[in-house]
């Protein structure tokens, strides 16, 4: 089934692409894989994918040591506590959801140690969700201007949580003012700062994400089946 529901999506992401006159190559479709096991991993990456998602640094660490010989971008897309920066940059690519100064301080002193630079993206709360983590809009331009001055840290853009609610207006709204932001700060031309990404969009409103200039959609349901956990 993983094959086939990828090709669906393959199919759906093109066709909100083409609705808006974007290309689908465009868009790339990231496979979010919290709870799910090392094979189905290994199915999605079958299947032609090439970004993983994950939630928690300790689930995957635990599924990564089956997966050190298979190529693929790993990303963090789960809230990062700093006392796990260290952990974390042992087996992602990229950490996708950067909200504070203090936590990207923890990652570039740790991603010095190890000699690498890291991907990041800037997760934005859009939706105004209390629950949601993410930096204000209004506070994100300093944030990446902040950013752009540590050196081992690549800022490839920014990342969102639309609202959950049917309304998918509101939805729309918040991808849009992701995409504002974007072009904002894009166009400050800060060192170490590629404003190329969007990251929005997931199951329920990925095809939405697309026609406001989506980059990276997160897919988790529409792959591999409902959740039964967490
Ligand atoms: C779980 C999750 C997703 C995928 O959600 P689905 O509705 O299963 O597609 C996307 N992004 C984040 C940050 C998530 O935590």
Known sequence: MIFENVQQIWQNIAAAAKKVGRSPNEVALMAVTKTRSV???KAVIQAGIHHIGENRVQEFQQKYTALTDI???????????TNKVKAALECFDWIDAVDSLRLAEAIQKQAEK??????ILVEVNTSGEESKFGVLPAQTAALVEQLSVLPNLRVRGLMTIGAFVEDMEIVRQNFRQLRQLRDHIANQNWPNVDMKHLSMGMTHDYEVAIEEGATIVRVG??????????
């Not at 190890?114 to 991907?119: F, W, Y």
Request: glycine residues 6%; charged residues 15%; without cysteine.
């Open 39 to 41: 094979n189905e991993i």
């Open 71 to 81: 190529t693929a971008n790993y990303h963090l897309i789960g809230h990062l506590q």
């Open 114 to 119: 190890l000699n690498r630079n890291i991907d």
């Open 221 to 230: 349901t529409a792959i591999f089946g409902p959740r039964l956990q967490k």
